[in-house]
T-cell receptor, first 115, second 116 residues
Framework: EPEVTQTPSHQVTQMGQEVILRCVPI?????FYWYRQILGQKVEFLVS????????KSEIFDDQFSVERPDGSNFTLKIRSTKLEDSAMYFC?????????????FGPGTRLTVL | AQSVTQPDIHITVSEGASLELRCNYS??????LFWYVQSPGQGLQLLLK??????LVQGIKGFEAEFKRSQSSFNLRKPSVHWSDAAEYFC??????????????FGTGTQLKVEL
């Protein structure tokens, strides 16, 4: 069964450093998403991406964040200058346009720890 | 804006007992509703979804959920819980985005503990 994959599974970085989280969505999916889950809190929407552009972003997704689909398979989330409060689990998801993009499949997540 | 409430933070049931996890949503139109399960250190696995039609939906692992528009609820049920069901359960509502796709709004989750 196809699945969303994410690398790395755990990333530790120093405050102020740039990090890139990588995701490989399911191959025929066209809608891509990032969510985050701060420890002990609920999963929050960050951004959606379709047709090589952001279709919606949350207020969390400020200028420090960016997303990119650099090739036909990867989907990345970049945090330019990490802050302590960026420590969280980051989930990538993708969905299939043939069902109006309604059902999202999630990757296993990347745990980001900012020291 | 849509929202989801899961009133029970923790629930403990005995193995073999029945289970009901509560979920209430707020959404202006016909909602798309989902239940996801998250095991420790794992990602989110879709249990079931409601888009339209039959208000009782069946999912994986023996779970079902019933959509009740009058109560704005989408409660998850399982007739007989197994120890492996211990996990955190998230209810979510999906909203279409004008640019395509949809945005999921999650509840705060219910942590299920199963006693042997």
């Amino acid at each position: 069964e196809p699945e969303v994959t994410q690398t790395p599974s755990h990333q530790v970085t120093q405050m102020g450093q740039e990090v890139i989280l990588r995701c490989v969505p399911i191959s025929n999916h066209l809608y891509f998403y990032w969510y985050r889950q701060i420890l002990g809190q609920k999963v929050e929407f960050l951004v959606s991406f379709y047709n090589n552009e952001i279709s919606e972003k949350s207020e969390i997704f400020d200028d420090q964040f960016s997303v990119e689909r650099p090739d036909g398979s990867n989907f990345t989330l970049k945090i330019r200058s990490t802050k302590l409060e960026d420590s969280a689990m980051y989930f990538c998801a993708s969905s299939d346009p043939s069902v109006a993009g309604t059902m999202q499949f999630f990757g296993p997540g990347t745990r980001l720890t900012v020291l | 804006a849509q929202s989801v409430t899961q009133p029970d933070i923790h629930i403990t049931v005995s193995e073999g007992a029945s289970l009901e996890l509560r979920c209430n949503y707020s959404y202006g139109a016909t909602p798309y509703l989902f239940w996801y399960v998250q095991s420790p250190g794992q990602g989110l696995q879709l249990l079931l979804k409601y888009f339209s039609g039959d208000t009782l939906v069946q999912g994986i692992k023996g779970f079902e959920a019933e959509f009740k528009r009058s109560q704005s609820s989408f409660n998850l049920r399982k007739p007989s819980v197994h120890w492996s069901d211990a996990a955190e359960y998230f209810c979510a509502v999906g909203a279409f985005l004008t640019g395509g796709g949809n945005k999921l709004t999650f509840g705060t989750g219910t942590q299920l503990k199963v006693e042997l």
